[in-house]
């Protein structure tokens, strides 16, 4: 079992930067590919960014690519998202999410993750 947590949240304003750190606790947190997604008031749950078991290979959804940056400490049992340039567009809630096949490659569909965080809302307005 895979219990996740996500902190880091806020409000701030357009072009701020803010990091979220997603804590895991089970012991097969290093051995999955791990993933953030985010949801705007009235739309559906999207992805933002993944990540493979050792770090080594990412994804980032276009609409965030060269802004934010995912990346994990698997010492620390701890995904990150560093985003930068914040727009109002990236308001939403933000969750973390770990795959449900430990040795899949790192995969952008919803439905492949079977654990998931609370959420942290991030709130980009001035």
């Known amino acids: 079992q895979v219990q996740l947590v996500e902190s880091g949240g806020g409000l701030v304003q357009p072009g701020d930067s803010l990091r979220l750190s997603c804590a895991a606790s089970g012991r097969t947190f290093s051995g999955r590919p791990m993933a953030w997604f985010r949801q705007a008031p009235g739309k559906e749950r999207e992805f933002v960014a993944a990540?493979?078991?050792?770090?080594?290979?990412?994804r980032h959804a276009d609409s965030v690519k060269g802004r934010f940056t995912i990346s994990r400490d698997n010492a620390k049992n701890t995904v990150y998202l560093q985003m930068n340039s914040l727009k109002p567009e990236d308001t939403g809630i933000y969750y973390c999410a770990a795959d449900r096949n430990p040795y899949s490659e790192i995969r952008t569909t919803i439905d492949v993750y079977d654990y998931w965080g609370q959420g942290t809302q991030v709130t980009v307005s001035s």
């Open positions: 990540i493979s078991r050792n770090g080594g290979t990412t």
